[in-house]
């Protein structure tokens, strides 16, 4: 028997979802760092096997919503929880919950089970959960997976929702976005990152190089000075490590050049956050 179906992975920003997701595919799927509100948009991570196929959908962490891209967010969230066959939701093993969140867990429809993540972290509080797992130890992420097997949908053939060899729906130009906006996000203090857009504006593959030009847009003229930093270190910096995952992504020699531009309050300008995709 073949099983197959669709996993939500959701929870609070900075709960571990998109670096759980990338434990179980074992690729860079989605990106991740110490700030919360990280993830943007639904991100699928695809797990095949000869036995099943399991499609994940990562999710922007739930949060109240302040401008128009939030709005974006959690817009994206709800539409990941509709009919999924199962939810994940994710609680931070190193924070205490607080009401609301144990108020939401209860509200979540369908099939769900809680996972406790960073169990490498020394536990604030004991808090009901169905599993506990460390992405960045490994531990029980192949038992997280046995468990979801048990609640997706039976099939006597193959039923592929993806191509097997697929392990995210994402473009390598999106992939390579996102990580040129998780260098920035790992470099930059807290004030900069929420107001950071990455987008694509160049894309050139010759036989052997791939040309990449990409606009970094931020909120002020303040925060384009720190993105760049002195004599532009910081914009280099960037450049330097966002290159050598673009070049093992598409396994070809990359020019990658960055800019960066302001963009007063696009998080507010519904063209704007549409056309990065959110
Ligand atoms: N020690 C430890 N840290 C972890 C673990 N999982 C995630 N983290 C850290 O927690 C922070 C947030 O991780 P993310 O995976 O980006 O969290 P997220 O839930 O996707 O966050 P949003 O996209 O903002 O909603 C990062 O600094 C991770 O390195 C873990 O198992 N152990
Ligand atoms: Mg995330």
């Known amino acids: ?33 110490s700030k919360p509100q990280t993830t943007r948009d639904n991100i699928l ?19 109240h919503s302040k401008n128009l891209l939030d709005k974006a967010m959690m817009k994206n969230v709800r539409s990941a929880l509709a009919g999924v066959d199962l939810t994940l939701y ?53 038992k997280l997976v046995e468990k979801i097997l048990q609640f997706l949908p039976e099939y006597d053939e193959k039923m592929y929702i993806y191509p097997p060899e697929y392990y995210t729906d994402k473009s390598v130009k999106f992939l390579i976005a996102e990580e040129i906006r998780e260098k920035a996000l790992e470099l930059l203090n807290q004030e900069v990152p929420h107001g950071i ?26 925060h384009k000075g720190m993105i760049i930093g002195k004599a532009g270190a910081t914009l280099k910096q960037i450049g330097v490590e966002a290159r050598k995952f673009a070049s093992g992504l598409l396994d070809k020699k990359v020019m ?17 956050v549409k056309n990065l995709g959110y």
């Open 90 to 142: 994710l609680l931070d093993g190193s924070k205490t919950p607080d009401e609301e969140e144990l108020e939401y867990i209860k509200h979540i429809e369908g099939e769900k089970l809680i996972v406790k993540t960073k169990t490498d972290l020394p536990k604030l509080k004991d808090v009901e959960c169905d599993i506990e797992l460390s992405s960045k130890t490994g531990e029980n992420v192949d």
């Open 1 to 33: 028997m073949f099983k197959a179906g669709y996993v939500a992975l959701v929870g609070r920003p900075n709960a571990g979802k998109s670096s759980l997701l990338n434990a179980i595919i074992g690729e860079k799927v989605a990106i991740v760092s």
């Open 45 to 63: 991570g695809i797990l095949t096997t000869d036995d099943y196929q399991i499609v994940f959908v990562d999710t922007p962490g739930v949060h």
């Open 256 to 272: 990658l050049k960055l800019f960066v531009k302001v963009e007063k309050d696009w998080r507010n300008k519904p063209q704007k």
């Open 197 to 222: 857009a990455v987008e694509i504006i160049r894309f050139y593959e010759e036989e052997d190089i791939v040309y990449i030009d990409a606009d970094i847009v931020c909120e002020q003229e303040r």
